[in-house]
Nanobody
């Protein structure tokens, strides 16, 4: 089992930047593919970005492509989401999630919340206009 704790959320003006962190503990971090999701107020949870256990393959939602960057430091057991050029519509609770690297269907289901076994508690990001 792995425990995930997000940090780095806050209030920022449109056009600003934030970097979210997701600290993992409990098991070997590089055994897990990682995803970032968000849940805007009154809406369902949606995919933001994901990467594989080595960080070698990344995936992005169209809405954040070119503005957000997912990365990870396996030596520090931490995943990151760098968010630039933030917009008011990026306002949401952001969650990181993990799934074991050996899932053969990850490349076709990385965007689906049920793919992931472990979730953090979430961190609020608010972008003011």
């Amino acid at each position: 089992q792995v425990q995930l704790v997000e940090s780095g959320g806050g209030l920022v003006q449109a056009g600003g930047s934030l970097r979210l962190s997701c600290a993992a503990s409990g098991r070997t971090f590089d055994n897990y593919n990682m995803g970032w999701f968000r849940q805007p107020p009154g809406k369902e949870r949606e995919f933001v970005a994901a990467n594989t256990y080595s960080g070698g393959t990344t995936y992005y939602a169209d809405s954040v492509k070119g503005r957000f960057t997912i990365s990870r430091d396996n030596a520090k057991n931490t995943a990151y989401l760098q968010m630039n050029s933030l917009k008011p519509e990026d306002t949401a609770v952001y969650y990181c999630a993990a799934v074991r690297r050996f899932r053969s269907d990850y490349s076709t289901r990385y965007y689906s919340p049920p793919m992931y076994d472990y979730w953090g508690q979430g961190t609020q990001v608010t972008v003011s206009s």
